[in-house]
């Protein structure tokens, strides 16, 4: 059965779904509409949230470049390519290479988003360099199913705000810790959960052997550096760009600063730390300048997608937030709920309006001045409550382009290679965080 689902949601995606700059831009044109019909905005009005909205994800977009770029270039270097290929190695089947790139995709996310999102698709991708007879699309959605936990993570923005001194909901909510929120029982269990389940569907979804899509493993090996040159007939800056003393040199300088971090502030893991982390270890673990350098050329081949469609979705985001349509559909979740079904409706608006706000933090500034008090006023915890949101903004960056261009551009692939198998695990995942939501 979960097969015939399973071919049934990849056959509809490869035929319907657009290229993700496309699925941007009908988006667009989607809110631009409801935000007229619904939310009573004016055309101009509409396309001023847009223009003033487009380029408030700028940082943002670099960070998530620098995911993509640091985590590849990294993943190139010999001493990583050795772990990644130890781990390779161990796999002996197609069964064994899906249910390890699903169950490391899920532990890294949980660990921290950013590292999940890189770690996850290099992992799969250098597993289908080793075993033969895996499907790469499936194999790489796989090593990106498991972000549907990063926002009841370590690294959820959620649970972290509502743990910081000074947040916007402090006077209503007060100080929750993150003993109440991510590691609480009710959070713990649907994790765990998605643990055992999400490798066993994965599984299931494996296609027929004759409808397996594999892929030469020669096609994924980057380009490699030129051959070393003759240091005898080396110009100086040919010798500067081949020492290992310049590398070593600002490496320690980078890794000094991260033991500072860590001892400083714990492990507090966020896409700064993150990239500076990949950054600095890819410099050492390359050896010198010139073969850094030419993996970075190679790992900025990616990023094309995320330069060109962040800035539609901020915004898309201007357009939700400064029309009032968030708002709206906030509130309409609201006044169908009841003191029981109110997780699960709070669950399902966020990931509603996570498909045009593809960001947990402005995500939580729009619905949370709606769905805490609607929480108290029905006598549901309201940390029940705010992680209901952070699992439905989650959710649904399952079938949202916009989080998995980092892992396509790893990957080489397009959105419509891996959508088809994310859709099947969201249906599934969305049961799973559902029921625990209403009954834990």
């Known amino acids: 059965m979960i097969k015939k689902i399973t071919r049934a949601c990849v056959n ?11 699925f941007a831009v009908i988006l667009t044109f989607i809110v631009f509409i409801l935000g007229m019909v619904i939310a009573q905005n004016t055309p101009l009005q509409m396309v001023l949230h847009w223009g003033n909205g487009f380029w408030g994800l ?15 270039t990294l993943a190139s270097s010999p001493p990583f390519k050795k772990l990644l290929g130890a781990i390779a190695d161990a796999m ?15 532990l890294a996310t949980f660990i921290n988003w950013g590292f999940g999102l890189v770690i996850g698709a290099l992992l799969a991708k250098e597993i289908a360099k080793k075993v033969e007879g895996v499907d790469y699309p499936l194999l790489i959605a796989c090593g990106y199913i498991g972000f549907v936990v990063w926002h009841a993570g370590i690294s959820g923005s959620i649970p972290l705000t509502i743990a910081t001194e000074g947040h916007f909901m402090e006077e209503t909510i007060g100080l929750i810790p993150t003993s109440e929120t991510i590691f609480a029982t009710f959070n713990l269990i649907p994790i765990v959960l998605l643990l055992i389940a999400l490798p066993l569907l994965t599984k299931a979804m494996m296609p027929e052997k ?19 040159l003759d240091r005898t007939t080396m110009t100086p800056a040919e010798r500067v760009e081949n020492s290992s003393i310049i590398s070593i ?6 890794v000094v600063y991260i033991i500072w971090y860590f001892v400083t502030k714990g492990f507090n893991l966020n896409l700064d730390i993150v990239n500076f982390t990949f950054l600095f270890l890819a410099i050492i673990f390359h050896g010198t300048p010139r073969r850094f350098l030419d993996a970075l050329r190679i790992a900025v081949k990616g990023t094309g997608g995320i330069i060109l469609q962040f800035p539609f979705y901020a915004g898309i985001m201007g357009m939700m937030m400064g029309s009032g349509l968030a ?5 309409w979740f609201v006044s169908i709920s009841n003191q029981t079904t ?7 608006s966020a990931g509603l309006v996570n498909l045009f706000v593809p960001s947990g933090g402005g995500q939580w500034a729009v619905q949370a001045p709606i769905m805490i008090p609607a929480s108290i006023d029905l006598g549901v915890p309201v940390v029940k409550t705010a992680m209901a949101v952070a699992w439905g903004d989650a959710w649904t960056n399952l079938i949202q382009p916009f989080w998995a261009l980092p892992a396509l551009g790893i990957a080489g692939l397009g959105a419509r290679d891996i959508m088809g198998y994310c859709v099947v ?15 834990l």
């Open 327 to 331: 708002v709206i559909i906030s509130q």
């Open 210 to 228: 004759d409808k397996i899509i594999a892929i030469n493993p020669e096609l994924l090996k980057d380009s490699e550096s030129a051959m070393a």
């Open 425 to 439: 695990a969201l249906l599934f995942s969305g049961i799973i965080v559902g029921l625990c939501l209403m009954f």
């Open 12 to 22: 509809l995606v490869q035929k319907y779904l657009p290229d993700p700059y496309l």
């Open 342 to 348: 109110f997780p699960l409706f709070a669950f399902l």
């Open 249 to 254: 040199i600002i490496g320690a300088m980078g």
């Open 58 to 72: 700028l940082a943002f977009s670099m960070q998530m470049a620098l995911v993509l770029v640091t985590g590849h």
């Open 92 to 106: 002996k089947s197609p069964t064994q290479a899906v249910i390890t790139a699903t169950i490391v995709s899920v």
